[in-house]
Nanobody, 116 residues
Framework: QVRLVESGGGLVQAGGSLRLSCAVS????????IGWFRQPPGKEREFVAR?????DYSDSVKGRFFISRDNAKNTVYLQMNSLKPEDTAAYYC????????????WGQGTQVTVSS
């Protein structure tokens, strides 16, 4: 059974940093496609960053956010620097599995609030 658990969210002032964690069980992060998404209040969920054999970022976070993984801990991280109030959102990690089709596994989310 695949399970993703996010942690590390909280309240931070603009310009500050946070590191989110996504602990994965049931799949190996080193060979998985894992992404971070966020859903601001009243808006749709949007892509933030992704890691597989390469990394990819949305334009809104490029140069400020960095995705990485620790294979020994089977965990993916999102280092968020120079945070802005518009980064306020619930952040979710998602694992994409391709087994007889594509299936997505989501974590429960962690809230990030950036005050101005």
């Amino acid at each position: 059974q695949v399970r993703l658990v996010e942690s590390g969210g909280g309240l931070v002032q603009a310009g500050g940093s946070l590191r989110l964690s996504c602990a994965v069980s049931g799949r190996t992060v080193s060979t998985s496609n894992i992404g971070w998404f966020r859903q601001p209040p009243g808006k749709e969920r949007e892509f933030v960053a992704r890691i597989s054999s390469t990394t990819d970022y949305s334009d809104s976070v490029k140069g400020r956010f960095f995705i990485s993984r620790d294979n020994a801990k089977n965990t993916v991280y999102l280092q968020m620097n120079s945070l802005k109030p518009e980064d306020t959102a619930a952040y979710y990690c998602r694992l994409t599995a391709v087994i007889a089709g594509v299936r997505y596994y989501w974590g429960q989310g962690t809230q990030v609030t950036v005050s101005s």
